[in-house]
């Protein structure tokens, strides 16, 4: 299992040797190619992208390249995607950049910003760009009871399913505790909830419901490749907004807006609320 402290450990800013390594990983169509330091790729995390198979014999779609000076510089297909001090600055780059790359060009799947977690084996998303405050909705969600899909991205396939994103949740504040998620990856579902919401501090939840336009006009506003590829996101996402209830409301502490969307939302169990109101 991994476990998310409340503070990650600092990976230190020192000395790497210079002999180089180069590898790739494929992901929902996708070839990312990484050429970096031995000692860097060592580091990498084990689910750097998720759901990935490493296949060195396809040419990558995107290559990184990052190299070790004064500075860690990491390159994507030649254009800068900057300079850092430590390595823990860099994973997190060049991870974030990797998982956009993919997410741009992907036509398996459909990508969503969204936070994503399950109950009774029903997605909820939350739709949201970084910094929205999605991740510690989704770790106070699943310290609540619900399985763990992914802080970053909804992934949706042809069927309407949604599939897991799952990486090592990133929380940006300090949540005062320690949140366990399973390692196992959770088998793609139907989705039974969207909530459209952003943080304001001390603001009470009160859900109203959302028509099917609106929660399309919300999914699609969230969606990384539509402009891309229109008609496999459009058809994907009119589907997934008329069979799933979608919600909005502000909401201030994180814990008491995941008590209330357990006792509010989820009282009724996913699988038995009205599917297709307020078209």
């Known amino acids: 299992m991994t476990v998310l402290?409340?503070?990650?450990?600092?990976?230190?800013?020192?000395?790497?040797?210079?002999?180089?390594?180069?590898?790739?990983?494929?992901?929902?169509g996708v070839c990312i190619g990484i050429e970096a330091p031995q000692a860097f790729i060592d580091v990498l995390p084990s689910n750097f992208i998720p759901g990935s198979?490493?296949?060195?014999?396809?040419?990558?779609?995107?290559?990184?390249?990052?190299?070790?000076?004064?500075?860690?510089?990491?390159?994507?297909?030649?254009?800068?995607?900057?300079?850092?001090?430590?390595?823990?600055?860099?994973l997190e780059v060049l991870e974030g950049s990797a998982h956009e790359a993919?997410?741009?060009?992907?036509?398996?799947?459909?990508?969503?910003?969204?936070?994503?977690?399950?109950v009774d084996g029903?997605?909820?998303l939350i739709p949201g760009r970084s910094f929205a405050g999605?991740?510690?909705?989704?770790?106070?969600?699943?310290?609540?009871?619900?399985?763990?899909?992914?802080?970053?991205?909804?992934?949706?396939?042809?069927?309407?399913?949604?599939?897991?994103?799952?990486?090592?949740?990133?929380?940006?504040?300090?949540?005062?505790?320690?949140?366990?998620?399973?390692?196992?990856?959770?088998?793609?579902?139907?989705?039974?909830?969207?909530?459209?919401?952003?943080?304001?501090?001390n603001a009470a939840w009160r859900p109203k419901s959302l028509s099917v336009s609106r929660c399309l006009f919300g999914l699609i506003?969230?969606?990384?490749?539509?402009?891309?590829?229109?008609?496999l996101y459009l058809g994907r996402l009119k589907e997934l907004a008329m069979t799933a209830r979608a919600y909005s409301s502000v909401r201030g502490d994180w814990l008491a807006t995941a008590d209330a969307i357990f006792t509010e939302l989820l009282c009724k169990k996913i699988s038995t609320i009205h599917q297709g109101e307020n078209n």
């Open 53 to 90: 198979s490493g296949n060195n014999s396809v040419k990558p779609d995107v290559t990184f390249v990052v190299s070790i000076g004064e500075r860690i510089t990491i390159l994507e297909d030649r254009n800068s995607r900057g300079n850092f001090t430590t390595w823990r600055e860099a």
């Open 5 to 28: 402290a409340s503070e990650a450990v600092e990976l230190q800013s020192v000395p790497m040797p210079q002999c180089r390594a180069a590898l790739s990983f494929t992901c929902c």
């Open 102 to 118: 993919i997410a741009a060009r992907a036509t398996t799947h459909a990508f969503v910003h969204a936070g994503v977690v399950a």
């Open 122 to 124: 029903k997605a909820i």
């Open 221 to 231: 506003d969230n969606s990384v490749g539509v402009r891309s590829y229109p008609e």
């Open 134 to 201: 999605k991740t510690t909705l989704v770790m106070a969600l699943v310290d609540a009871g619900a399985t763990y899909y992914s802080d970053e991205y909804a992934l949706i396939d042809s069927h309407g399913l949604v599939h897991p994103f799952v990486r090592t949740p990133r929380v940006r504040q300090n949540l005062g505790k320690t949140v366990v998620i399973n390692d196992l990856t959770p088998p793609p579902v139907p989705a039974g909830l969207v909530l459209m919401t952003k943080y304001e501090p």
